[in-house]
């Protein structure tokens, strides 16, 4: 492993921290204090943390990939998006089949999910071209 790559691991593991905090403490408040219900909450704390982690990766995490912000940001949408779709679907599922309440349930996916979205950030929606 190449010290870019390991940087850009702990970069990636730092903002995938902090954007999915920011995604957690927003949805977990609003479905706690019956604001919205656990699928609503969720999809607020995915609008509101989608920024953090897509100027965070792109200036720490990627930095040194040659993508323009043309070529990245529909990328990384669409990674963000499909890494949320598959994070909505388990939670909703989680939530209709078992009695797992919301904050863990939630916190689960999101480790889960995590993973792919590295691996689909790094070698797809920020690698070079166009």
Not at 60 to 76: E, I, K
Not at 79 to 95: D, K, R, Y
């Amino acid at each position: 492993m190449t010290p870019t790559h390991r940087d850009s691991i702990s970069w990636f593991a730092v903002i995938g921290a902090l954007a999915a905090g920011v995604h957690y403490v927003v949805a977990v408040s609003l479905e706690l204090t019956h604001v919205l219900n656990a699928i609503y909450a969720n999809t607020a704390g995915f609008l509101c943390a989608f920024p953090v982690s897509y100027f965070g990766h792109r200036k720490l995490s990627f930095s040194g990939q040659s993508s323009s912000h043309l070529h990245a940001f529909p990328r990384f949408f669409i990674v963000a998006l499909f890494g949320f779709l598959a994070n909505q679907l388990l939670v909703i599922n989680a939530i209709y089949f078992t009695s797992v309440p919301f904050w863990l349930v939630l916190g689960v996916v999101m480790v889960i999910v995590a993973v792919s979205t590295y691996f689909l950030s790094r070698y797809w929606a920020f690698k070079g071209g166009l």
